[in-house]
């Protein structure tokens, strides 16, 4: 189980259209589609309260297709210290508001390790949803089959967004990991608790997060991470919107 991430990719095939218009110019003919970019550097990649990296940095990016009408496409990816360091997620969706103060978001996503072809068995696919009121969102990920073939997994958590002065922003977190089997020693389930602080600079998201989980540093060790893969930690996180 310890393999999770997201990753790369390149020009998603559909791009806007170039039409003529009467006076010879050209216009983007988008049809309602819109396409954005992001690329950023982290100094741990967390993965629900646990380090896919084993502490170290990583390069991250990714590229997302919405319409107007609330279906989205994306892709995003990392660097992880498994699977020969690579962890790709395709992801799809609709997201939609019910009124100013209830959204919603619906979804599937595919997280693969292309660089180990011939062991395929880390591939998982989750679904995904939430519902939000004001700046508080309770949502649910669902995989039958989590990864490494560990059977059912459920994620829950909620979330609380607050804004600071200044342009600061903060988001404090509460979840849970249940799996079907015990995972980390006696226990099927551990919960995940953080809390992050961003602030834009110059175009640029700048962000500190807090994370820690329940997991003892044994009982992380006995599931194939470093001992200190589950421990508290603070990460320092730069984001480049494109």
């Known amino acids: 189980m310890k393999k999770f991430t997201k990753a790369v990719v390149a020009s998603l095939l559909l791009g806007p259209a170039l039409v003529i218009a009467d006076d010879g110019a050209e216009t983007a003919n988008t049809a309602g589609f819109s396409l954005s970019a992001n690329i950023g550097l982290t100094s741990d990649y967390l993965y629900r309260g646990l380090s896919q ?123 849970q990991q249940k799996f079907e089997e015990a995972t980390f020693g006696s226990s099927d389930d551990y919960t995940h608790y953080g809390l992050s602080i961003n602030k834009e600079v110059l175009g640029v998201e700048l962000g500190l997060n807090f994370s820690d989980t329940d997991i003892s540093k044994s009982d992380c060790a006995g ?19 494109l």
């Open 223 to 241: 599931a194939g991470f470093s001992r200190n893969d589950c421990d508290s930690t603070v990460v320092f996180s730069i984001t480049k919107s």
């Open 53 to 175: 990296t084993t502490g170290d940095p990583a390069i991250q990016g990714g590229f997302d297709l919405t319409h107007e009408s609330g279906f989205y496409l994306g892709i995003w990816g990392s660097n992880v210290d498994f699977s020969d360091s690579l962890e790709i997620d395709y992801y799809g969706g609709y997201s939609g508001t019910i009124n100013e103060e209830f959204s919603y978001d619906l979804g599937i996503i595919y997280y693969d390790y292309p660089s180990d072809p011939s062991d395929p068995q880390g591939d998982f696919v989750e679904y995904y949803g939430s519902v939000s009121w004001k700046n508080l969102t309770l949502g649910l990920n669902y995989s039958n089959d989590f990864f490494a073939e560990t059977g059912e997994a459920y994620y829950y958590y909620g979330s609380y967004d607050i804004e600071l002065p200044m342009g600061f922003t903060a988001s404090l977190l509460l979840a």
